[in-house]
Nanobody, 122 residues
């Protein structure tokens, strides 16, 4: 059974960096969509970034372009989100998600990790 585990969240000052990681040793899908979503207090969940392992396409939300970098390592079944120049508006619970049925992420991903909280203080 796929059980995604996300870790790396925490409290950081504005301008700082955090690195989120998500891994699972169980899944053996050949290709899948894998990415990160976030949900800020009082807001809907939104996609932050996604990778298509079938063709390598990477997608970022406009709000994080140039600020966040996603890295997918199929050999390790891992995806990393490097977050730089963090802003208070990046404060949210971050979730990793995977779906072998999809080329890129959508809101109805098959597998979700438990969220990891990111708090950016001003």
């Amino acid at each position: 059974e796929v059980q995604l585990q996300a870790f790396g969240g925490g409290l950081v000052q504005a301008g700082g960096s955090l690195r989120l990681s998500c891994a699972d040793s169980a899944f053996t899908f050949s290709d899948y969509a894998i990415g990160w979503f976030r949900q800020a207090p009082g807001k809907e969940r939104e996609e932050v970034s996604c990778v298509s392992t079938s063709d390598g396409e990477i997608r970022y939300a406009d709000s994080v372009k140039g600020q966040f970098t996603i890295i997918s390592d199929k050999a390790k079944n891992m995806v990393v989100l490097q977050m730089n120049a963090l802003k208070p508006e990046d404060t949210a619970v971050y979730y990793c998600a995977l779906d072998p049925r999809k080329r890129l992420c959508e809101n109805d991903m098959s597998y979700w990790g438990k969220g990891t909280e990111v708090t950016v203080s001003s």
